[in-house]
């Protein structure tokens, strides 16, 4: 993980598979915001498929942010925030990493991985063929979640660098 400061280091983590097309929009995600001017403490690492070896770059976090694909029954394109704490919590998915994720965070928390994980699923059509481009209902998806990504890092940042006095103000 490349982040820009250790005071506080966030991993963004996309996840996917991009010869399945729409599959790999996590990957593709985490492309994009490899682009952008990402606040200070953030990495963004491509995770493929997942497995064990994600496990040392998720301990080394204080704060995770996920993206993958999910078929969870929403309509396509539909983009999901959650905080999953287990296996169970993590929405379908399509591909040999659907029980290595799983498994992943079941490991990272049962070793006493204890920070925030935020998953952002975008649900996708689970029928997929082999492709290395996206549909344009993921593309699009795959953009706003870019935004609510970058939103989410932003104000993340913010709480960070508030004085104790502003962290006693109440919003009315």
């Known amino acids: 993980m490349n982040v820009k400061n250790n005071a506080h280091r966030t991993l963004v983590l996309g ?6 097309g729409d599959e790999g929009v996590g990957v593709h995600v985490v492309r994009e915001l490899e682009k952008r001017a990402l606040p200070a403490g ?3 690492l491509d995770g493929g498929t997942g497995g064990f070896v994600l496990l040392e770059p998720l301990q080394s976090a204080d704060r995770i942010v996920m993206i993958d694909a999910a078929a969870d029954g929403n309509r396509v394109g539909t983009i999901t925030r959650t905080t999953p704490r287990f296996s169970g919590e993590y929405p379908p998915t399509l591909t040999a990493h659907d029980v290595g994720v799983k498994d992943l965070l079941d490991i990272f928390y049962i070793l006493g991985g204890n920070c925030e994980v935020v998953l952002f699923a975008i649900t996708i059509e689970p029928r997929q063929s082999i492709t290395l481009s996206m549909s344009p209902k993921i593309v699009r998806a795959a953009h706003d979640a870019v935004e609510l990504i970058v939103a989410e890092l932003e104000g993340f940042a913010a709480l960070q660098t508030m004085t104790p006095a ?6 009315l």
């Open 15 to 20: 996840l996917g598979n991009t010869l399945m």
């Open 166 to 171: 502003a962290e006693n103000c109440a919003v």
């Open 42 to 44: 953030v990495g963004c």
